[in-house]
């Protein structure tokens, strides 16, 4: 029973492992297929559904391993148009695949890098393409894998973009720098193909145009999102960077701006996009970065697909759809397949049929299958209308997304407009201060008013109070004595109490300046008043006869008169004890600061002391600092010496005469030494303005007097090579110039002389050597330094235009001769023109490597200079390689010369062969000045090598060819001498002998010429007469060699014997 249990759970486990197994195979050959048809050499788009089934199999397997394992079998290196699909799938597994295929696809990085390689050397416009696919892919795994938080797709986030940049000013410096390499390999791939097409609408509906155009749809995608990552980086640059620092990088956004609107322009009336993709606006300008307000402006361009679903027709009967979900472990096949009879009979025999022969699990089984047929018309239905569903929800993420953006800026432009709010709140804050500050001084000067008032209105009534009493006592007054003593008293008080209120009035004037004068005009009212009592008081004498009744009361008037006098002198005693004792506390502070001016002064002394100290010692200090520098110069100078005079040591050294230089190296020296000398002069004359730095001196005499040692010594080495007249001069400028530098050094060693020390005298000296050097350079530098470079360059491509124009015209006359000709003479013309375009092509291969080369041997030599100071200062080299090309062009143009007089039978074909040997010679020399300076393990120098002796290959065929041609056309006749007498044989021999001694004649003549045509060549050249001669020796001119030719002279024709020797002819035999 046990084993009845366990039997349908290992049956399952079998089927299961089958079916598993059927569905790797069935998605294996799908895959297989999709891509087959994908990826093909026919000159049409890439179908949308093959490319999404290869792009759900890397999220179905989660990587790119069977893509890549079927697209390496591809024959990639054998079709461009090929090569032009495989990378526009690949740029789409890129953006839509799984996450794991931008790992998978690093590990083919390499294959990737060669295949552009490949077809970047072939001249083929979808190679062309492919190149910079290539090159936009590669750049685009390079930058997802360093910066892995940004998805391929590039559908990043503000937040994601800002982490990745992080908050280090270089990190985003580096990172808006790929971005810009990233965006122009985009934009150069986008210009190249609408460069090869027509923009009409003709040429993008047709299946050639939009074979091309179909991969700038993922561009426009890539595009968009680039442009809005450099508009946010090169913000947040801006914040962090003066803005001079970043104009390069400004400069570079414009130009990738203006390019970047063209292209989605152009892209935008075409037809073939208007149904596919919407491409977005950018604004009319460039947003201005060096105002940070303008990010508010920037709007995010968005790229919009249609939610448009056009049905494909399916090319085969086994191009199913892939399903997106797998409702079942169960696989679709392993559903469908049939039992079979035997093995359910096998199961039967050996378990028996349960339940009596019946099985309910059938009908179990046949429910299911309804079921799942039911549940898999319904996953269709979900799936359409999830599709539908998901298509809608994009183009609303979309306009979300630009509605986000929208929000974005205005809360940006609230932003701005907030912050410029509070700053005008802030200055009304302060203008609100300022005007309650100055509202509570107000409100306080008139508080100071308003008391000074009321203590003037008090004074003022008690003054009428006064006033009043006085008047009443006066009429009251009987005695006349009394009351006038009564009176002088009351006067006296009045008088104490008028200067009571002078001391108020003053006190009052100095609160409140703004009631003085009416204080003054009060005072002087009561004046008269008091005078006017007065004569009161002088009128009432008369009648104080009258007022003895009244006296007592006067008298008791009188004593409370002096009671309150006694209270007031109480109050003055008072106000005098205050008075005194504020006089002691300013006596107090008096004393204080006395005694803190008498501190003040003692430590005044002890700082001035300080002060003469240290001006003293600094005095000692930069005494013994002149003194120093001083000494650091007479040791300069005394090494200076010694290098100068070892130099001249050098002239007269007998080891030193096997030492020779060039003039160039002479004039260089001679140049960088008059250099020095201005330095010199310079630091001699900072020295004596501030003697206690003599750095710039000791700087100057170092390099001057190596500079000058150097100039010595190659001055009498290239007086070695010079003629007598000149190494005499020279030798004696040397010593003159080693004769004025030791001068100049001796008073630069003494004080007394150190003033009048004057470089002019070496200066003189070394501009005599420096011309001296001019005129010992070899003829024919008639062509400025600093235009050899250009020269190089120009050369080079002039040799490489008359190359491509010998193709055509040798295209052209095998064109005319197929018409003209016929038979044997079209034959041997046809071979003869094929082994002279197989010529050229080898010598534009061999041009092509040789500008390689150069380059590489520029660009590893110029160091820290420019190209043309490297021309410059390798100008032999230089002229040796303009000579080479113009050679090389002027050969080809002549051999198309000879070709044609040949083809047309107006020329020779021993001018053809000439001209074959002058090419090889000219090819050879380029090589041989592009040798020159080139590395032994060069790669591009073992090219240039390959690429000459194909040179001389096609040469010694073009010899061959034309040599054949000749033996077939000449006809040669037969020497019959049958019918000749003795006498008659015997005068044909002298007449050739005569002949033949005359063209020897003209052979000797043509060598003579053609060694002084060489001779000649060289002095144009540079090369002197002398060496000429040399090379020459004494030997014969048919021994000269011809470095023209890349061929052996031929060897000198053997003399024919004298005209009295008779020939040694066979006797004739007769027959009788």
């Not at 492919?130 to 090159?135: M, N, P, R, S």
């Not at 392993?334 to 339940?355: K, V």
């Not at 005078?531 to 009128?539: D, G």
């Not at 090494?639 to 190296?665: F, G, M, W």
Request: negative net charge; contains cysteine.
């Amino acid at each position: 029973m046990n084993s009845m249990r366990h039997v349908p759970t290992r049956v399952k486990s079998r089927r299961t492992e089958a079916n598993l197994g059927a569905e790797r195979e069935h998605f294996d050959k799908q895959q297989l297929s999709s891509i087959s048809k994908a990826i093909t050499s026919s000159e049409m788009p890439v179908k949308e559904k093959h490319a999404r089934r290869i792009i759900l199999g890397t999220h179905r397997e989660k990587g790119a391993y069977t893509f890549w394992s079927y697209a390496l079998g591809l024959p990639l290196a054998g079709s461009s148009i090929l090569s032009w699909k495989f990378c526009h799938v690949l740029h789409k597994v890129l953006r839509d695949g799984h996450r794991n295929v931008l790992q998978d696809c690093m590990r083919h990085h390499s294959s990737l890098v060669e295949i552009g390689k490949l077809w970047s050397n072939l001249h083929d416009k979808y190679g062309q393409l492919v190149a910079l696919y290539t090159k936009v892919l590669c750049t685009k795994m390079e930058f997802h894998v360093k910066h892995s938080e940004i998805p391929p797709n590039l559908e990043a986030s503000d937040e994601v973009l800002e982490r990745t940049a992080g908050t280090d000013i270089n990190n985003v410096f580096q990172l808006t720098v790929e971005v810009f390499d990233y965006l122009d390999a985009e934009l150069r791939l986008a210009e190249t193909v609408i460069r090869q097409l027509n923009t009409s609408i003709a040429i993008s509906t047709l299946t050639s145009g939009q074979c091309r155009l179909s991969p700038l749809i993922q561009v426009v995608q890539d595009c968009s999102h680039l442009y809005h990552f450099t508009v946010k980086l090169l913000f947040k640059l801006h914040a962090c960077l003066p803005a001079d620092t970043l104009q390069g990088h400004r400069d570079r956004f414009h130009d990738q701006f203006h390019s970047l609107k063209t292209f989605f322009n152009k892209a935008r009336d075409m037809l073939y996009f208007k149904r596919l993709i919407q491409i977005p606006k950018l604004p009319d300008s460039p947003p201005n970065f060096l105002h940070a307000a303008s990010l508010a402006k920037h709007v995010k361009p968005v790229v919009v697909i249609p939610d448009e679903y056009e049905p494909e027709q399916q090319d085969d009967d086994d191009d199913d759809p892939e399903p997106l979900i797998d409702v079942s472990n169960v696989s679709t096949s392993s559903l469908q397949a049939q039992p079979q009879p035997q093995q359910f009979d096998i199961f039967d025999q050996t378990f028996g049929p349960p339940n009596g022969g019946f099985d309910e699990r059938d009908l179990q089984i046949e429910s299911l299958k309804q079921d799942l047929e039911l549940l898999r018309a319904e996953l269709e239905k979900v799936k359409a209308e999830a599709q539908r569903y998901i298509t809608q929800l994009k183009s609303q993420i979309n306009s979300l997304e630009a509605e986000l953006e929208e929000q974005r800026a205005q809360k940006q432009r609230a932003l701005v407009e907030n912050e410029q709010l509070r700053m005008e709140l802030e200055a009304t804050r302060r203008r609100n201060a300022e005007h309650e500050g100055t509202q509570a001084v107000f409100i306080e000067a008139e508080k100071r008013a308003q008391a000074t008032e009321q203590r003037y209105n008090k004074l003022k009534e008690k003054h009428t109070e006064l006033v009043s009493s006085h008047a009443e006592l006066l009429r009251k007054s009987a005695d006349t004595v009394k009351m006038l003593s009564a009176t002088q008293q009351t006067q006296e008080e009045v008088e104490r109490t008028k200067q009571q209120l002078s001391f108020e009035v003053d006190r009052i004037k100095q609160e409140a300046d703004m009631k003085l004068e009416e204080q003054k005009f009060e005072m002087e009212k009561l004046k008269r008043d008091l005078e006017e009592k007065m004569a009161e008081v002088m009128r009432i004498k008369g009648t104080l006869q009258s007022s003895e009744k009244t006296s007592e009361h006067m008298n008791s008037s009188v004593t409370a008169l002096q009671a309150e006098k006694e209270r007031l002198m109480r109050s003055v005693s008072e106000k005098e004890a205050e008075l005194s004792s504020l006089r002691q506390a300013a006596q107090v502070q008096q004393s204080s600061l006395q005694q803190e001016r008498e501190r003040s002064s003692r430590e005044l002394g002890e700082l001035q002391g300080k002060l003469q100290e240290k001006t003293s010692l600094e005095v000692q200090l930069k005494q013994k600092l002149l003194e120093e520098q001083f000494a650091l110069l007479q040791g300069t100078v005394t090494e200076a010496e010694n290098i100068i005079q070892d130099a001249v040591a050098k002239l007269d050294d007998p080891l030193h005469i096997r030492c020779t230089s060039s003039p160039d190296y002479l004039v260089s020296r001679a140049e960088a030494t008059l250099g020095s000398v201005d330095k010199v002069k310079k630091g001699h004359a900072d020295y004596l303005s501030n003697m206690g730095d003599a750095g710039g001196l000791l700087r100057a005499l170092t390099q001057f007097s190596h500079l000058a040692a150097d100039t010595i010594i190659n001055g009498s080495a290239t007086a070695h090579m010079a003629p007598t007249d000149h190494a005499d001069r020279l030798t004696e400028n040397c010593r003159g110039c080693a004769t004025q530098s030791l001068q100049f050094f001796k008073d630069l060693k003494s004080k007394t002389t150190l003033q009048r020390a004057d470089p002019a005298s070496i200066r003189v000296i070394v501009q005599k050597i420096l011309d001296l050097g001019q005129e010992l350079r070899p003829k024919g530098m008639d062509v400025r330094q600093d235009e050899l470079g250009d020269m190089v360059d120009k050369e080079m491509a002039a040799t490489s235009a008359a190359i491509e124009e010998a193709v055509r015209r040798i295209d052209e006359m095998m064109d005319k001769a197929r018409k003209d000709t016929s038979g044997i003479k079209l034959e041997v013309n046809e071979r003869i023109l094929f082994s002279c375009t197989d010529l050229m092509k080898a010598i534009r291969l061999l041009i092509i490597s040789s500008t390689d080369l150069q380059k590489e041997i520029v660009e590893g030599g110029r160091g820290a200079a420019t190209i043309k100071e490297f021309y410059a200062r390798n100008s032999r080299w230089t002229e040796g390689l303009i000579s080479a090309a113009k050679a090389v062009g002027w050969g080809a143009t002549e051999m198309v010369e000879s070709a044609d007089k040949v083809v047309l039978h107006t020329g020779k074909y021993e001018e053809l062969i000439v001209c074959s040997h002058e090419i090889a010679a000219s090819t050879a020399q380029l090589v041989a000045a592009s040798k020159v300076k080139a590395d032994r393990n060069s790669k591009r120098l073992s090219v240039l090598q390959q690429a000459s002796r194909h040179v001389n290959e096609m040469a010694a065929n073009v010899v061959a060819s034309t040599r054949t041609g000749q033996e077939h056309l000449e006809e040669k006749e037969t020497m019959d001498f049958s019918g000749m007498s003795v006498i008659k044989l015997r005068k044909e021999e002298m007449e050739s002998q005569v002949k033949l001694l005359e063209l020897e004649s003209q052979l000797e003549n043509e060598r003579l010429r053609l060694g002084e045509l060489r001779k000649k060549h060289y002095e144009v050249a540079g090369v002197p007469s002398e060496q000429v001669s040399e090379d020459n020796g004494e030997s014969s001119l048919l021994d000269l060699p011809v470095t023209m030719s890349p061929k052996p002279s031929k060897p000198a024709l053997f003399k024919k014997p004298a005209l009295f020797q008779r020939p040694n002819v066979p006797p004739k035999t007769v027959f009788k």
